[in-house]
């Protein structure tokens, strides 16, 4: 696992599976919830029910998965090995839905940083998502995020 993640980082392997587009995303999901210098509980939650729901993954899966993209996380200087396995791997329909999970973990906590929003607009660009289907993923996940509050 440490060799396909350190060769997934470096670009020596292009990502081939499911695993290394789980770990893509639970990087962005976690890159999201670190941009404001303050990761939370709740937002620790939000990113492992969602990976839970997205993949169907047992909670000693989502640990593993956590783990790992908390490493590989820490050792990433750029967005783009993520951003590019996205790319690859997820049609432009719904490369906006990984947004929408990164907008409920930004909104998690009840506040929403401006470098969460940047960060976000930017990912939007990296992953091709147009300006409207980004406006789209927010309003679902703040709907989402209302629904559970309630």
Known sequence: MIKRLRDFLSGQAAPAGPDELQL????????????????TAAERAAIERILAERYNLPAGEV?????????????????????RAIVQKISPEDRSHILEMMWEVAYADGVLDP???ALLRRIAGLIHVTDRARGEARQRA?????????
Not at 72 to 83: D, E, K, L, S
């Open 142 to 150: 703040l709907a989402k995020v209302n629904a559970k509050a309630k």
């Open 24 to 39: 893509a995303v639970a990087a962005l999901l976690i890159e999201a919830a670190r941009m404001d210098d303050d990761f």
């Open 115 to 117: 470098h969460e929003d």
């Open 63 to 83: 640990h593993e998965l956590m783990t790992a993209a908390e490493q590989a996380v820490r050792g990433a200087t750029q967005f783009f090995p993520f951003t």
